[in-house]
């Protein structure tokens, strides 16, 4: 018998609903199957069905009546890395960076419209920083992301923007398509982004593309730490020079991969 375009549409329904629902596991760290059943308003039978079915994929675990996600996750998150030519020629670059500036230095790339990390240093000066590998963000909150979108196609960063929106964090952040728009010129002018207090409060953080060709960004370095440190003096004077010349390298490499 063939499917029906009703029977294909409750299935992509499923499917999208499954993703929510490790979602809010995630959100939670756990969750049981009544919580869910209240927070999403469906019956329990059917949330106990969701939290069983994904806990029979390996990608759930239920520990005394709560369901976890599994470190399944992380085992294919490594393979997705490891599949990134980018990390590859990268890593090594990156680790040297922050060994030199003492300060927090990362790896990032766009996918789906947002700034991913897939690989991130601190050196022996660095102040912690809560942002983990593989954490995603809004483009314009961050200066890796910033830097990305400056030399992504004009029409990529409307369809990014229309998507994604321009949610404030602090009250620096770029808000509007005009002042995003300002902001992006000038990042192409000077060759390489700042991001001031725009995600965090007493952060800064300069960022440059990489751009093997000269053309297309397949993603960019960062280097973050407290504003104290940060200024525009050692910015220019040091940082500036250390990161380009990281990014030199990365590129030369990924050319010859």
Do not use: C
Not at 126 to 148: C, F, M, S
Not at 162 to 187: A, F, K
Not at 220 to 247: C, H, Q, W, Y
């Amino acid at each position: 018998m063939e499917s029906t375009d009703k029977d294909e549409d409750w299935e992509l329904s499923s499917v999208r609903r499954a993703f929510n629902i490790l979602e809010i596991i995630d959100e939670n760290d756990g969750i049981g199957i009544d919580e869910l059943a209240d927070r999403e308003n469906m019956p329990r039978s059917t949330a106990h069905i969701y939290l069983k079915s994904l806990a029979k994929t390996g990608f759930v675990v239920e520990e005394d009546g709560t369901y976890r996600l599994s470190l399944q996750f992380l085992e294919y998150g490594g393979r997705v890395r490891r599949k990134r030519k980018l990390y590859h020629v990268g890593k090594d670059e990156i680790k040297d960076l922050a060994d030199k500036t003492g300060e927090v230095a990362s790896l990032g790339i766009e996918e789906n419209g947002k700034r991913v990390l897939i690989y991130k240093s601190e050196g022996g000066d660095a102040i912690y920083d809560r942002a983990p590998t593989g954490e995603r963000t809004n483009l314009h909150w961050t200066a890796l992301g910033k830097v990305i979108l400056a030399y992504l196609p004009s029409e990529r960063v409307d369809a990014i923007v229309e998507e994604h929106g321009l949610p404030e964090l602090t009250e620096h952040t770029v808000t509007t398509r005009d002042s995003l728009r300002d902001e992006l010129e000038t990042i192409r002018e000077r060759g390489y982004s700042l991001e001031d207090e725009e995600r965090r409060s007493g952060v800064r953080s300069i960022a440059v593309p990489v751009q093997p060709d000269s053309e297309a960004v397949v993603g960019a370095v960062s280097l973050t730490g407290p504003k104290s440190k940060f200024t525009d003096e050692r910015i220019e004077s040091e940082l500036l020079s250390k990161i380009e010349n990281a990014v030199n390298v990365i590129e030369i490499r990924y050319n010859h991969y």
